[in-house]
């Protein structure tokens, strides 16, 4: 059992573009997270879904847009890359909402 | 709102030494608890929880004691290994369908 993995690894981006980082659990969980992670500001809450076929804001969801197609997937798009974007993202996922988070590896993002 | 606050690291010990990152939140009913580990260079693990008063949750020699009198939940170890060296978050989920909060996180590091 993989659990959650998220791609790429790791990317370096020119401002201006488009990126999508993915993220896949198979632990059949209803609800995915996304967070962003910079040195001294802990772990803040991008986007999330409770269930698959919504989602909702979090403490810092402008640039960021997410889709929950179905309960596996859940992909964060950043339309036009600013360098203040530059962080390590990670995904998560819990069996239902409020129930303990289970983390990716993340993704090192490096905006230029 | 909901919040975790967490002592201020770096905490440096000795091997062996006795560990105690403070822990103190501030939440509306009762919330579950959570203490996260993230080693260097990965995603977050659940270290332990608590999911009402006076439970204690325990893992790997670390223990922590949901106290809702003084609204802590302080995590303990007996003797650190430089195995343990690692970031520590406290986190809080208050069970209202709201998403986690998480502490800033400590950063440990064990000396030999």
């Known amino acids: 059992i993989a659990g959650i993995t998220q791609a790429p690894t790791s990317q370096i981006l020119a401002a201006g573009r488009r990126m999508t980082l993915r993220c896949t659990q198979d632990?059949?969980?209803?609800?995915m997270y996304w967070y962003r992670q910079d040195l001294g500001l802990g772990l803040r809450l991008i986007h999330y879904s409770n269930t698959a076929g919504t989602t909702g804001k979090g403490e810092v969801p402008d640039g960021y847009s997410v889709s929950r197609a179905n309960t596996d997937d859940f992909p964060l798009t950043l339309a036009s890359a600013v360098p203040s974007q530059t962080s390590v993202y990670f995904c998560?996922?819990?069996?239902?909402?409020?129930?303990?988070?289970?983390f990716g590896p993340g993704t090192r993002l490096l905006v230029l | 709102g909901n919040s975790v606050t967490q002592m201020e690291g770096p905490v440096t010990l000795s091997e062996e030494a006795f560990l105690t990152i403070n822990c103190t939140y501030t939440?509306?009913?009762?919330?579950?608890l959570f203490w996260y580990v993230q080693y260097p260079g990965e995603g977050l693990q659940l270290l332990l929880k608590a999911t009402k008063a006076d439970d204690k949750g325990s893992n790997k020699g670390f223990e922590a004691t949901y106290r809702k009198e003084t609204t802590s939940f302080h995590l303990e170890k007996g003797s650190v290994q430089v195995s343990d060296s690692a970031v520590y978050f406290c986190?809080?989920?208050?069970?209202?369908?709201?998403?986690?909060?998480f502490g800033p996180g400590t950063r440990l590091s064990v000396l030999p």
């Open positions: 986190a809080l989920s208050d069970n209202y369908g709201q998403n986690f909060v």
């Open positions: 632990m059949r969980h209803n609800a």
């Open positions: 939440a509306t009913g009762y919330p579950s």
């Open positions: 998560a996922s819990s069996d239902s909402v409020g129930e303990t988070q289970y």
